[in-house]
């Protein structure tokens, strides 16, 4: 059944023009509709993306369908109206028939070796089977595969990289082969500069930045996805949990959390496009966008910047449409300029698949 038809006027992000838009079989118009009901006036802009985030994912493993409902709901009523789904064991298929949750991209399960991730979130493999696994997540995703890039090494005491660099290479050309692009989940420098080495289209963390790895991601336009919150909140916990055992490694991770802000600031500076992603799913609460849209910012982002990057430039870089005629009416409408008051971001009207929904 279409929902009934609605009518928001005010000023369209990103061009700042003022507009009337109507809403019509769920999709967007700006040619007038009979007996449409106003719903909302102010600034509009395209439903934000979580671009890092793990619908039915907790920290012990795959949930079912009731907490994953509660997860994104939880997302939807932040403004989060697009998740990229950054690798889940859940099969979360269901929720693309639900006209009342986000929209999900997703990325498959996690890719990790043997006993190098946290236990029973990804699907664990040998360098010489990752190619064929990434074919295999990528059949199962919607068009982007994950990787884990590093995590701890118990023999060595400290972050070391998961793959040989053949294996990474062989990796990047199987998900080119099927139209995927591929991410990573990357803490420590090295990892990082593998993955960089590889031709990975995306950056998950990225802790490991220096000026060296900033420029040649600058040169290439690979996308960084942060995810400050996690690193602000949950790095200090994991060196304190790992130092009795591990003290190099406790040392690493703190040394990587202290300087966070600072390389993504200057790696906006340089020009690596940067993306808003909460990863929610695990240590995280999901709904947060807004929290991690006031963490960039701290670190000296533009706002206009990252309100870009949790809405329409995170939408042109996966692909999905924004406010144009025909569009599908995902929308926030919300009271002041967001891109000058973020604040306001927080008590928004949703419309969602053409209803409102907040």
């Not at 619908?55 to 939880?74: C, I, K, M, S």
């Not at 999905?320 to 002041?336: H, I, K």
Request: glycine share 12%.
């Amino acid at each position: 059944m279409n929902p009934d038809p609605l009518h928001v006027r005010g000023v369209r992000l990103p061009d700042a023009t003022g507009v009337e838009l109507w809403v019509r079989d769920g999709l967007i118009t700006y040619e007038p509709v009979p007996d449409a009901t106003t719903v909302g006036s102010g600034w509009i802009l395209p439903g934000l993306v979580d671009m890092h985030c793990h619908a039915g994912l907790a920290a012990d493993g795959a949930v079912g369908p009731e907490l994953t409902e509660r997860q994104v709901v939880a997302d939807r009523d932040a403004g989060a109206l697009l998740l990229r789904d950054c690798g889940s064991p859940a099969d979360t298929r269901w929720i693309d028939e639900r006209v009342d949750l986000p929209r999900i991209i997703r990325a498959g399960r996690h890719i990790a070796r043997p006993k190098r991730y946290q236990r029973d979130v990804a699907v664990e493999v040998e360098p010489v089977e990752l190619a064929a696994e990434v074919r295999t997540q990528a059949a199962r995703g919607d068009g982007w595969v994950k990787l884990v890039g590093d995590w701890i090494d118990r023999d060595v005491g400290d972050l070391t990289p998961l793959w040989p660099a053949d294996a990474l290479a062989a990796a990047v050309a199987a998900a080119r082969e099927v139209g995927a692009r591929v991410t990573t989940h990357v803490f420590g420098r090295d990892g990082l500069a593998a993955a960089l080495a590889a031709g990975f289209d995306c950056i998950e963390h990225g802790t490991g930045l220096d000026d060296e790895l900033i420029a040649l991601m600058a040169r290439r336009g690979t996308a960084l996805v942060p995810t400050l919150l996690n690193v602000e909140e949950n790095f200090p916990g994991i060196a304190a949990g790992g130092e009795a055992k591990f003290p190099a490694y406790a040392d690493h991770m703190r040394r990587l959390a202290s300087g966070a802000g600072a390389r993504i600031a200057a790696a906006h500076e340089a020009g690596v496009p940067i993306f808003v992603g909460t990863d929610a799913g695990g240590a995280l609460a999901h709904g947060r966008i807004c929290h991690e849209i006031d963490a960039l910012i701290r670190a000296g982002l533009p706002a206009e910047y990252v309100i870009g990057g949790a809405s329409w430039r995170a939408r042109d870089y996966l692909g999905r449409p924004g406010l144009d005629e025909g569009d599908p009416a995902d929308f926030l409408v919300v009271a002041e300029d967001p891109r000058r008051h973020p604040e306001t971001l927080a008590d928004p009207r949703i419309v969602l698949r053409g209803r409102v929904c907040r």
